[in-house]
């Protein structure tokens, strides 16, 4: 076939897929761009898993599920990446054979599955720890962490297995490799790695949402007479501060305690505010990432049939990387909400430092 009208372009003749046809510019360009994305996307998450691994105090059992994400997350820009690039360099063309190209396929569904599961397993987590602190034993239990992280895994695996075992089978023909496109794996697929997740995400959310804003009211209307009293003494203790007589100690203990009691609610309040917020973030970023992607993969089989794709290559390859970019996000998102995780890069000693200035009160008690 000849398109004499369209220059930029060239036809698979076995599939009809319209292939980019770029000039060096071009390739240049795209080159440089997706190969930035990977180079942060390996940097980001390699620092979350060293800083696990390394920083003691990030060393526990409610951190293993950052760990997976993040290794998910290198997993894809490592063995999936690279390979994606060189086909979007060329306009769409596989250039690694049939075999690798099912081998491909596999890595690509169980890391990304591995990804957005995990994200879910994670909005699950947080929930169960702010609402249920004192039954929920799971974040203090490394083992019980442990297996469902590896649930996570067996999961993602069981989405890419079934091309491997003849129910549905990959498409390679003439320089394209494109996952089956048979309409029950497609939907088996789509809606175990994405659509189900995203749905426990954003019900996880609006339940966290919920307390948060139920336990907001509770510290907003009843709990500002307490406050009143609280600064009315601390601002007298302080003023006494230096002098220290007989009573002040007897003093400073009563107030230790009422300290206590409010900061272990505001504690509480705060968290769930903070957890409201993470996941608000996290489900905003997922779904724009992800849901054009799967949307697009979804129909696609219904409109274009199960032998190939209709879809131009320049708008399923800009989604698909649209697509990978959470795992480019998601170090960053957590290391921004995570205190002790942005410490380890940002230096943690100065917010220790600010947090004894901010209650001077301690000072005076010890």
Known sequence: YTYPNIPTTMWNESCGEQLQ????PEKIIIGVMLAIITAVTVMGNTLVVIAVCVVKKLRQPSNYLLVSLAVA???????????VIVTDLTGGKWLFGEVFCNIFIGMDVMCCTASIMTLCVISVDRYLGITRPLTYPARQNGQLMAKMILGVWLVSASITL??????????HTAGVCLISQDFGYTIYSTAVAFY???LVMLVMYYKIFRAARKSGAKHRFNDLPRRERIETVTNEALRMQGLKPPGVVEECASLSRLLNRERRNISIFKREQKAATTLGVIVGVFTVCWLPFFILSTARPFICGVECSCVPIWL???????GYANSLMNPFIYAFFNRDLMGVTVGGSLAARQRQRDNPIISLCV
């Open 21 to 24: 046809d770029f000039g060096r």
């Open 73 to 83: 997350d290198l997993s894809v820009a490592i063995v999936v990446m690279p390979f």
């Open 162 to 171: 079934p091309p491997f075992c003849g129910w549905a089978k990959n498409v």
């Open 196 to 198: 189900i997740p995203m």
């Open 316 to 322: 399923e390859r800009t989604l698909l990387w649209l």
